[in-house]
């Protein structure tokens, strides 16, 4: 099916979208808030998630004084891992189940934050882990109701996981990475300093800011919500619904943002407004991505980072082998937007062009290689690695990422055109090599 008129109600289609979001407090010097927005939510003791490097580091340091400052009993839980694992959940359910804590602060990446959610579930609806996990790998239950108030506190410009219902982990004995996917999971209060940013190394704010393009160009190029067939209950509407004219607005600015100043982000760690944009953009698209949910670049990503060996990427932690989330998300991207451009053309030209390429005079048919040719561009300007190869793959391994994707049906179905198994190794193999 292919929905060039955007949101002409297909057959069976959902004419209707929701909005769901965290409240957002965005600003320089807003950490120091956390203590008044904790009060103000009634919290008297609460679980501060973080990870042992950020635990060492100011950030955790002024939200911890502003805790105890607003009266708060604030007890530290820093074994958070990065990329965290079925293990690290159950760990710090347990943590919270036995601290009796009446809500949470979460300080740190996408990995910190959704370990929070995934705490504040279980220690609120015990369950064994499979009870909320997507189905088929889990038994896709639903939440049975609120949980307690979380204050999400992001120190990357990237994964928007302050303002989305998703908690991502690795779950070992299956060998796939999957999730946890409700409304209910989305933190109450977003509180973004972008200050926490300024001292990041430049290949962190490339990976995570790539994350946050992809984010916005998937979703604006997901399937739109009215060709999504409707749900059995109004309820039941997934998070993932498709693109709808709310993330479109998030979307446009985030790309405008990202084109503009993702570059400078990365190169130069003293230019604050350009770090600072950086951080609006994620929050932009993260709202934007909550709402409508991403496509293939994220699925063909779970496969690209699963099966990873040998490749470690500068400024992230050496012990073991990773390609970092936003990396394995858009080595993909060009040969995918490649082959979607025919879906919705207009749509990948108005990304392009706020992505600040040159689309005048351009036709429907060159769409996919005007937006693929930006981001080519600018993943060599931030030293990203050449495509699905450069991060250590090569063409005997088109089986296993393919499979690997295809797992992750959410995805696959929210791209704007259908996509077989054959289309994925095709896609893969296109996005071996750039240039
Ligand atoms: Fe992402």
Same mark, same amino acid.
């Given at each position: 099916?292919?929905?060039?008129?955007?949101?002409?109600?297909?057959?069976?289609?959902?004419?209707?979208?929701?909005?769901?979001?965290?409240?957002?407090?965005?600003?320089?010097?807003?950490?120091?808030?956390?203590?008044?927005?904790?009060?103000?939510?009634?919290?008297?003791?609460?679980?501060?998630?973080?990870?042992?490097?950020?635990?060492?580091?100011?950030?955790?340091?002024?939200?911890?004084?502003?805790?105890?400052?607003?009266?708060?009993?604030?007890?530290?839980?820093?074994?958070?891992?990065?990329?965290?694992?079925?293990?690290?959940?159950?760990?710090?359910?347990?943590?919270?189940?036995?601290?009796?804590?009446?809500?949470?602060?979460?300080?740190?990446?996408? !990995?910190?934050?959704?370990?929070? =959610? @995934?705490?504040? #579930?279980?220690? $609120? /609806?015990?369950?064994?882990?499979?009870?909320?996990? *997507?189905?088929?790998?889990?038994?896709?239950?639903?939440?049975?109701?609120?949980?307690?108030?979380?204050?999400?506190?992001?120190?990357?410009?990237?994964?928007?996981?302050?303002?989305?219902?998703?908690?991502?982990?690795?779950?070992?004995?299956?060998?796939?990475?999957?999730?946890?996917?409700?409304?209910?999971?989305?933190?109450?209060?977003?509180?973004?300093?972008?200050?926490?940013?300024?001292?990041?190394?430049?290949?962190?704010?490339?990976?995570?800011?790539?994350?946050?393009?992809?984010?916005?160009?998937?979703?604006?190029?997901?399937?739109?919500?009215?060709?999504?067939?409707?749900?059995?209950?109004?309820?039941?509407?997934?998070?993932?619904?498709?693109?709808?004219?709310? !993330?479109?607005?998030?979307?446009? =600015? @985030?790309?405008? #943002?990202?084109? $503009? /100043?993702?570059?400078?982000?990365?190169?130069?760690? *003293?230019?604050?407004?350009?770090?600072?944009?950086?951080?609006?953009?994620?929050?932009?698209?993260?709202?934007?991505?909550?709402?409508?949910?991403?496509?293939?670049?994220?699925?063909?990503?779970?496969?690209?980072?699963?099966?990873?060996?040998?490749?470690?990427?500068?400024?992230?932690?050496?012990?073991?082998?990773?390609?970092?989330?936003?990396?394995?998300?858009?080595?993909?991207?060009?040969?995918?937007?490649?082959?979607?451009?025919?879906?919705?053309?207009?749509?990948?030209?108005?990304?392009?062009?706020?992505?600040?390429?040159?689309?005048?005079?351009?036709?429907?048919?060159?769409?996919?290689?005007?937006?693929?040719?930006?981001?080519?561009?600018?993943?060599?300007?931030?030293?990203?690695?050449?495509?699905?190869?450069?991060?250590?793959?090569?063409?005997?391994?088109?089986?296993?990422?393919?499979?690997?994707?295809?797992?992750?049906?959410?995805?696959?179905?929210?791209?704007?055109?259908?996509?077989?198994?054959?289309?994925?190794?095709?896609?893969?193999?296109?996005?071996?090599?750039?240039?």
């Amino acid at each position: 099916m292919s929905c060039c008129h955007h949101y002409a109600l297909a057959e069976g289609g959902d004419a209707v979208f929701s909005v769901d979001l965290s409240a957002i407090t965005f600003g320089p010097g807003s950490l120091a808030e956390a203590g008044d927005h904790a009060r103000n939510l009634g919290l008297r003791r609460v679980a501060l998630f973080t990870d042992p490097r950020l635990a060492e580091l100011e950030h955790v340091d002024i939200v911890r004084r502003a805790l105890a400052e607003a009266g708060i009993d604030a007890v530290l839980y820093r074994e958070v891992t990065v990329e965290p694992t079925d293990a690290a959940f159950r760990n710090a359910a347990r943590f919270a189940a036995e601290g009796h804590f009446d809500g949470y602060v979460s300080v740190g990446g996408g !990995s910190v934050i959704d370990t929070a =959610k @995934a705490a504040n #579930l279980y220690a $609120t /609806y015990p369950a064994e882990l499979a009870a909320y996990v *997507n189905a088929p790998l889990g038994e896709g239950g639903a939440v049975p109701g609120p949980l307690k108030p979380h204050i999400a506190c992001p120190t990357t410009c990237g994964t928007g996981a302050e303002c989305t219902g998703i908690a991502i982990f690795d779950w070992v004995e299956k060998g796939v990475k999957t999730g946890i996917v409700s409304r209910r999971l989305r933190p109450t209060l977003a509180l973004i300093d972008p200050t926490t940013t300024w001292t990041l190394p430049a290949s962190v704010v490339a990976a995570s800011g790539f994350d946050v393009l992809s984010h916005a160009l998937e979703s604006y190029t997901a399937l739109p919500h009215t060709c999504r067939a409707k749900a059995e209950r109004p309820s039941l509407r997934p998070m993932s619904q498709g693109a709808n004219p709310w !993330s479109d607005f998030g979307c446009e =600015k @985030a790309l405008q #943002l990202t084109g $503009t /100043y993702l570059e400078r982000a990365v190169r130069d760690g *003293n230019d604050r407004e350009a770090r600072d944009a950086m951080m609006w953009a994620a929050t932009l698209a993260g709202i934007a991505f909550g709402n409508a949910g991403v496509h293939l670049p994220h699925g063909m990503a779970y496969a690209v980072a699963g099966g990873v060996r040998e490749f470690r990427a500068p400024g992230y932690p050496q012990e073991e082998p990773m390609v970092p989330h936003g990396m394995s998300v858009i080595v993909n991207a060009p040969a995918v937007f490649r082959f979607t451009a025919d879906a919705c053309p207009d749509r990948h030209l108005d990304a392009a062009r706020w992505l600040g390429a040159d689309t005048r005079g351009a036709a429907p048919g060159d769409a996919g290689e005007i937006v693929a040719r930006r981001l080519i561009e600018l993943m060599r300007l931030c030293d990203i690695p050449n495509g699905v190869g450069g991060v250590g793959y090569h063409e005997g391994d088109l089986a296993t990422l393919t499979a690997g994707t295809w797992a992750q049906q959410r995805l696959v179905k929210n791209a704007p055109k259908a996509v077989n198994e054959a289309h994925l190794s095709e896609l893969f193999r296109n996005a071996m090599r750039y240039w």
